[in-house]
């Protein structure tokens, strides 16, 4: 079988690499790829026309999709008049993600357990109300932004700073969530689904904030590791009674076209789990440490939410802890620059993992060309051993401006 992964990112190395140890696979591309993927093809990820023409002339027969914003611009849709397989929501299912708003009002109407949320169609009312709760919420543009768009606010002054800088960036008539701030512990679920059964992947735990100690601007994860110590087999029942049973049959009741990958941004409260976000696609950097710790043959967990077997596969895992650290640009989230020439790959040792994401490969040099632009990572029996040994590695690793947060999976070691 031939398979077009969609993107350039950390995850999309990371499916093209478990793919490829699939007998199933005979070829896999990545559209367009980095510096790090194999038979990369240069096409921009929204322009359907181009993969379309792309995937009859080679007959790929399955398509991976990466990113959200293919999938929210109705890439599902779009191949429904082919034979081809597109593995990920349609379009009015992937507004789960593509719209906050949605998502809120999907979760309070199937009795998924989140957290009490407005929504706001203009910044000065939004700002009266946060003046109310004097500044303790969270604040989501409605729309997609990388993961940049959310904003965890303790004050006032923090509250009104976020919304100078949505208005900013999208002016006074913008639509925004202003949530409850729920406090605990994060935790990621990524459930294989095929709009009625579902299978999970280990728990994992995301780090979004740039600085140590959850500090800094939101960014589109600066690290990750699975499993979990605090998932226990109680807290997992709760999850699935509370949060993924109710959705999946919400996904079924709202006759959504819903087979792919359905993303759980919980936070374990006092009070028990409850969704942060939806997302419709495996997670970055989650991916890049619940695909090797999966000890099974993703082609076939993939299409088995295509033929009706999901229902019964078996799923297993790999021992130990998972981390990944991510490498980034200095001055990511914000402005950066890149170009920068990367060097020491080779002398990291053959079993850790380097998924690549921003960047290039250029006169068979590897340079820099994104804010996130590799992710190191090992696995160890133990999680302190797996920590201690991706930043020896991350050290072997050089570039001009590279950054990374100093304590990824230190929450719960």
Avoid at 358 to 374: F, H, P, Y
Wanted: proline residues 3%; negative net charge; contains cysteine.
């Amino acid at each position: 079988m031939k398979i077009a992964v969609i993107g350039s990112g950390g995850r999309e190395h990371a499916i093209a690499w478990k793919l490829n140890q699939s007998e199933l696979a005979e070829k896999v591309f990545v559209i367009p790829g980095n510096g790090g993927t194999e038979n990369n093809v240069p096409i921009y990820v929204n322009d359907f026309d181009e993969i379309k023409k792309f995937c009859k002339l080679e007959k790929i027969e399955l398509i991976i999709v990466g990113p959200e914003d293919p999938l929210v611009n109705g890439i599902v849709d779009y191949f429904s008049d082919t034979s081809i397989k597109v593995f990920g929501p349609d379009k009015a299912a992937a507004q789960l993600e593509g719209s906050k708003i949605s998502a809120k009002k999907f979760m309070k109407k199937y009795g998924v357990s989140t957290g009490d949320f407005e929504e706001f169609n203009k910044i000065n009312s939004a700002m009266k109300f946060i003046k109310k709760i004097k500044g303790n919420c969270v604040i989501k543009y409605d729309g997609l932004a990388a993961g940049k768009g959310v904003y965890v606010c303790s004050t006032i002054k923090e509250a009104e700073d976020a919304l100078i800088e949505l208005k900013e960036k999208y002016g006074e008539d913008v639509h925004l969530l202003v949530e409850e701030k729920l406090i605990g512990s994060e935790l990621s679920i990524l459930a294989f689904t095929d709009g009625e059964n579902y299978q999970v992947l280990l728990p994992s735990q995301d780090h979004k904030q740039l600085l140590d100690g959850d500090k800094g601007p939101n960014t589109g994860g600066m690290g990750a590791f699975c499993p979990v110590p605090f998932y226990t087999e109680d807290l997992k029942k709760l999850i699935e009674e509370e949060i993924i049973k109710p959705t999946i049959a919400g996904l079924k009741k709202e006759n959504f076209n819903y087979k792919g990958v359905i993303y759980f941004g919980l936070m374990i409260t006092k009070s028990g789990p409850k969704v942060l976000e939806y997302n419709v696609r495996l997670g970055d950097p989650e991916t890049e440490v619940v695909l090797p710790a999966f000890k099974g043959d993703l082609l076939e967990l993939v299409l088995s939410c295509f033929d009706g077997t999901l229902k019964d596969f078996k799923i297993e895992f790999n021992d130990g802890y998972f981390v990944d650290v991510v490498l980034a640009s200095g001055g990511y989230p914000k402005a950066y620059q890149k170009g920068y020439e990367i060097t020491g790959l080779e002398d990291v040792s053959d079993e850790t993992l380097i998924f690549h994401a921003g960047t290039k490969k250029t006169n068979s040099k590897i340079i820099t060309n994104g804010g996130r632009v590799l992710n190191i990572i090992v696995n160890r029996k133990t999680l302190e051993k797996a920590i201690d040994k991706v930043y020896n590695e991350c050290e072997l690793i050089k570039f001009e401006g590279k950054y990374y947060r100093g304590d990824i999976g230190t929450r719960n070691s």
